[in-house]
């Protein structure tokens, strides 16, 4: 298996900021895909954000802006920088690991950080 760590989550009031950490095995070779997804009580996972081996980058439109996804200085991990956020940010937040070139391939996720934004 393929173990997703994610780390960061919190209560935070509105308008503050949290920083989530992901961390998947250095010993995977490339990572082409790592990203946040989000769910919350009744609707399905969505995309939050995502970063490619390549450092290119794509956001929701409910974060642009607002949110900051990168590579982290140690291989196979990111972060997600979340800024002036609000209630509807509210969700658990999941950490994508997919792998499309090399083995092992397919999609690995963590188990999920709670964030909720309330004051």
């Known amino acids: 298996q393929v173990q997703v760590i994610e780390s960061g989550g919190g209560l935070v009031q509105p308008g503050g900021s949290l920083r989530l950490s992901c961390a998947a095995p250095?010993?995977?070779?490339?990572?082409?895909?790592m990203g946040w997804y989000r769910q919350t009580p009744g609707k399905q996972r969505e995309l939050v954000a995502t970063v490619n081996s390549g450092g290119h980058t794509n956001y929701a439109d409910s974060v642009k802006g607002r949110f900051t996804i990168s590579r982290g200085n140690v291989k196979n991990t990111v972060h997600l920088q979340m800024n002036s956020l609000k209630p509807e940010d509210t969700a658990v937040y999941y950490c994508?690991?997919?792998?499309?070139?090399?083995?092992?391939?397919?999609?690995?996720w963590g188990q999920g950080t709670q964030v909720t934004v309330s004051s």
């Open positions: 250095t010993t995977i070779y490339s990572i082409d895909l």
């Open positions: 994508n690991v997919d792998i499309r070139t090399y083995f092992p391939k397919g999609n690995y």
